[in-house]
């Protein structure tokens, strides 16, 4: 086996990070209290236009920070979509609360809204102002779209169904910073939202999180819940239980760095998508999974699906790119298939599943040479071609 030489999404550290890392580094702010962290939550509420923001170790922690925001409490059930990242789904159970899984829709790939109106209406009541599901007579607190591959969910409907309900709205836009839906931006369109900067997101910081939210008082929150919870920091007063969960200044300051690159990033990500739907237009069996006209997505990772894919043909897809030095992934395992959450509930219908077999994501750095994405397609149509 060849090593890999063309990666799925590497990133591109080629703007001022160094430069503000030496300035962390010399200043001696490099824990949370440092310039670089509020400079940073500032960079993104500006991008967001609105908001405030929260910096955190990751994106998982500020899934597991909005869901408590939220209202998520021990017994609750929670719906995610059973197509994405598992922290999504183990971030409920964190709380103490259970995924329910529900299934996405065939186009994108994100949660499936008109599953979401039907599991509220036919397996829920009203009880004293509470969404109780019958079967369990657990309450229903939250939903959790996920933004997948950078494609935003289709909020409108989306918020309209969680109103009616009464039930909160945690975005999971951990792939999606930059991407818009019907021209705003994601992240402010629910109750409250969360970023990853992991190394293969569209910036990263190394690792780190965004918590973001348009309620001030939950941002509060936020910042205490991820400090250790401090009444009284110089006596050692807390009277709940925090989280250290903040992100240091060191991590701060290549986001800073990052997030001056974001729009060009978003241009080379999209012209790689283009790239990749113009060379399969005719291919008869791949299909480029597509930003729908009211999105623009990041296009994260750009993703074929195989027309009438047989199990695990993705799987070999893989593997033979990966021989020619490509790496190329599925979508992740639907939730559903996963040991923790084989006793969730699932509300599906076989479109996950029929994804997980049919598609995978292509190499899409922002820094990709063109002439590595034209080894890409030959590769991805020799090997359809055998
Ligand atoms: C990456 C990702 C996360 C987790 O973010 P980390 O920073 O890796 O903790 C959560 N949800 C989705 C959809 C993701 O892609």
Not at 112 to 119: A, C, G, M, P, R
């Amino acid at each position: 086996m060849s090593k890999t030489l063309i990666p799925l999404s590497a990133p591109t550290l080629r703007g001022r990070e160094l430069r503000y890392l030496t300035d962390a580094v010399r200043s001696t702010w490099v824990s949370s209290a440092g310039p670089y962290v509020s400079r940073f939550e500032k960079a993104l509420v500006r991008r967001q236009r609105g908001g405030h923001a929260v910096a955190v170790a990751s994106g998982t922690a500020a899934l597991h920070i909005g869901l408590l925001l939220a209202g998520v409490k021990p017994g609750d059930l929670v719906l995610v979509p059973d197509l994405t990242f598992v922290a999504t789904a183990n971030t409920v159970v964190y709380c103490g609360a259970r995924p329910v899984l529900v299934d996405v829709e065939p186009v994108t790939g994100t949660l499936d809204v008109t599953l979401v109106k039907d599991f509220f209406e036919k397996e829920c009541e009203n009880k004293n102002g509470a969404l109780i599901h019958r079967g369990s007579n657990r309450r229903v607190s939250a939903v959790v779209p996920v933004h997948v591959l950078g494609h935003p969910v289709d909020m409108d409907p989306l918020l309209s169904v969680a109103r009616r309900f009464g039930v909160a709205v945690v975005e999971d836009a951990c792939e999606a910073l930059g991407a818009l839906y019907k021209g705003k931006p994601v992240g402010l369109l629910g109750d409250v939202a969360a970023f990853s900067f992991n190394g293969n997101k569209v910036i990263t910081t190394g690792g780190g999180g965004m918590v973001l939210t348009a309620n001030e008082k939950w941002a509060v929150r936020a910042r205490y819940l991820t400090t250790q919870a401090k009444d009284d920091p110089s006596e050692y007063i807390h009277n709940e239980v925090g989280y250290n969960y903040r992100m240091s200044g060191l991590q701060a300051a290549v986001g800073c760095a990052q997030m001056e690159q974001l729009p060009l990033f978003l241009k080379k990500k999209a012209a790689i998508h283009k790239r990749y739907a113009t060379a399969f237009a005719s291919h008869p069996r791949l299909t480029l999974m597509p930003a729908l006209e009211w999105a623009r997505s990041t296009f994260w990772l750009s993703t074929v699906r195989l027309k009438d894919a047989a199990p695990h043909e993705g799987a070999r897809l893989v593997d033979a790119l990966k021989a020619r030095g490509i790496e190329a992934r599925r979508l992740w395992r639907p939730m559903h298939l996963l040991p923790m959450h084989a006793q969730d509930i699932f509300w599906g219908k076989g479109v996950s599943s029929r994804l997980y077999d049919e598609a995978v994501s292509l190499p899409s750095s922002a820094g990709l040479m063109e002439s590595d994405q034209q080894k890409v397609i030959r590769a991805v149509r020799d090997h359809l071609s055998q």
